[in-house]
């Protein structure tokens, strides 16, 4: 995140003074969101636009196989929808006030899986997983729906694994910036040994906050559940934005503070 820092000379009575101005450049952080499975960008809307708020450039947008699309509800696989979020990523970050060391990806379930597994082909500085999904690695091009014929995919899901036995805890385990992990409290759908996992993987991560929505399912049916992940999740972009414009700040008047000779040793 680039500060720019320039002195200024400002008038006053016939003279002036000297100042010096810290503003952000040109370009702004960007929040790319993902919705899951059977979801849509108009999921996402609300918590785009107050993330707007924050002065970032926000993008949701739909999987292949939903909304204008869903003729491939039953055909659309894994591979196409990574390349569906590649795509938006890339469409996202070549926009000219995008800083693109600033990416944020907001994953919801199945977006939150894919969200996941994209951190190892494109940079994201921080991400954010609510009830991120788990599939087995086999099948990779099979539909998504046959994924859930499966008998065995609820038990999968309530094993302990390692981050070396899975894509997407893989990609985690190798992630290095800052996560927020939120999970339902009543998720039957993706249950808490998921989160488990997500969480014990992230070893190399800056920082990982967790939280847990009382009362919420899977869907977050309750208005109120909604909001409160709503809540969760813009306190913490701003958090991370902030704190990022603030670090960038104190770096860029590091870097022009006047270098105060060492003492001599005589």
């Avoid at 370009?27 to 790319?32: I, R, S």
């Avoid at 597994?117 to 991400?127: D, N, Q």
Wanted: glycine share 6%.
């Amino acid at each position: 995140m680039e500060i720019r820092l320039e002195p200024v000379e400002i008038a006053v009575d016939e003279e002036s003074v000297q100042g010096t101005l810290l503003a952000p450049t040109r370009k702004m952080p960007a929040v790319l969101f993902v919705h899951g499975w059977g979801g849509s960008q108009q999921h996402d809307l609300v918590r785009a636009r107050e993330a707007a708020g924050l002065g970032g450039v926000c993008l949701t947008f739909d999987l292949r196989g939903h909304e204008s699309t869903a003729s491939q509800w039953e055909t659309v696989n894994r591979e196409s929808n990574l390349r569906d979020l590649l795509a938006a990523y890339d469409w996202l970050t070549a926009q000219p006030n995008v800083d693109r060391s600033a990416i944020a990806v907001v994953g919801i379930s199945y977006g939150g899986y894919l969200a996941s597994i994209l951190t190892t082909l494109r940079p994201v500085r921080w991400l954010a997983l609510r009830s991120p999904a788990l599939y087995k690695d086999e099948g990779w091009t099979l539909p998504k729906r046959q994924l859930h014929a499966d008998p065995d995919l609820p038990q999968f899901r309530l094993r302990a694994l390692e981050a070396h036995c899975n894509r997407a805890l893989q990609a985690a385990a190798a992630f290095t910036g800052d996560v927020l992990i939120v999970e339902a409290e009543l998720d039957t759908v993706v249950p808490h040994q998921v989160m488990e996992n997500y969480r014990n993987a992230f070893t190399r991560a800056r920082s990982l906050t967790s939280r847990v929505l009382s009362g919420a399912d899977h869907g977050l049916a309750d208005k109120k559940a909604q909001q409160d992940y709503t809540r969760v999740l813009i306190k913490w972009l701003t958090e991370m934005i902030i704190g990022a414009r603030e670090q960038a700040a104190k770096a860029k008047v590091e870097e022009h503070r006047p270098k105060v000779p060492a003492p001599s040793t005589r």
